[in-house]
């Protein structure tokens, strides 16, 4: 069996909670041993860059907190008194009622009980998500899958100006909420109305009016895939899957594949454009002196999960300049989830570039130092310096020994606070320039 040292996810109930935690005024009911939403949430906490709990989350969150005697007897009225005492002290418009591995090892019926519980006076339903399942992003698919299934309305007409956007996950993409209203900001501009679901302006009606959407707009070629053709298949709303647009190259790209997808009017689109560029390129101007006169190309190495890695590449590579020679996918994937990796990749127009899908941290290291040459018998050869490492704070280590600097971008990320912070659009590109030669110069 194959060992994952130091993880960048969690299980199945990690990232519902997290997804759950995201929501506005969504409420989760833990079924669980004890400590396993303590643990959980101080993990994607502060992974993300101190996202924080919000309301009634973090160690706020509802718990049956089953014992010894639960497990032996079944913990199923331990989840109903659970159940009662939440109405009773908390106020939210939806609950959620999740599972951990235990609870679901004993298969207490938890359906059963959360059946008496659904009436007019509260909304509540039941995901499966035992941790033993898969990791935080199934977790993810598995809550976006039961809220669309039991709140979504999809036999009311078709809002043509209306997308939801799935993929981009709460917490373990720790600039979610940036990226979110991002896109959101960008997609407006176009006329469009947006369902984002995580940010602060959203409700829990725009989760009941994503059955109304004319697209579903996936920032993933791993997560959301899957739920978007279920919608497909049940309701005939079409999908869209993009990588996340860093960059004024990417942002303009983007959004003329969406032309193709959703009615936007070409006058519209072209002074969006014309406008977003002339900002874009005005502030780059104004770095590219700093940038030549401080010779700012380097070596780079991407370590992000599936949703950054080929973003990010594409980024250093067509608007830095830079090499970015080795990207490492970190998350735990299928063949058919690689394989969509593998050609978005291919297709980004990176020469001389090394995909490499591996999941444990000290993998990654000593995958890199065993393709990189130690020993050379010419006096000349072509080094991996300056290096640079867009990565997680994982990759701190990695970086002392490659002397590289090192931007953390991907989760877990607890070196920095990160709270609207964003690395999409046309905005984005500008604060990951700003950030990259922020750490080359820090030590002047």
Known sequence: MTC??????????????????????VIPIIHAAQGCGGNLFTAAYAGSGYHGSGYCGGQSMPSSNVTEQDIIFGGAERLEEEIKNTFELINAENFIVVTGCMTEIIADDVAGVVRNFQNDNHSIFFVETGGFKGNSYDGYEKIMSGLFGHLADFSNKKDETLVNILGIIPAYDPFFRGDLEEIKRILTKLGLRVNTFFTPDQTISNIKSAGSAALNLVFSRSYGVDLAEKIKNESGVPFFIADLPIGALAAEKFLKQLAEYITIPEKTLNAVLEEENS????????IIDIYADMDFRQNAVIVSNSNGAVPFSRFVYHE????????????????????RITEAFDAAGIPDASLVFETGTAAIKKSFFTALPQFCPEKYFDGFSPAYILGSSLEKDFAVSLQAALLTISFPILNRLIADKSYAGWRGGLHLIEDIASSLLQNR
């Open 4 to 25: 994952i040292e130091r993880p960048r996810f969690s299980c199945v109930l990690g990232g519902a909670l997290a997804t759950i935690n995201a929501l506005p005024k």
């Open 279 to 286: 900002i874009y390129y005005s502030y780059v101007d104004k």
């Open 320 to 339: 830095l300049g830079w090499n970015p020679e080795y990207v490492y996918v970190t998350d735990s994937l299928s063949g058919i989830k690689e394989k």
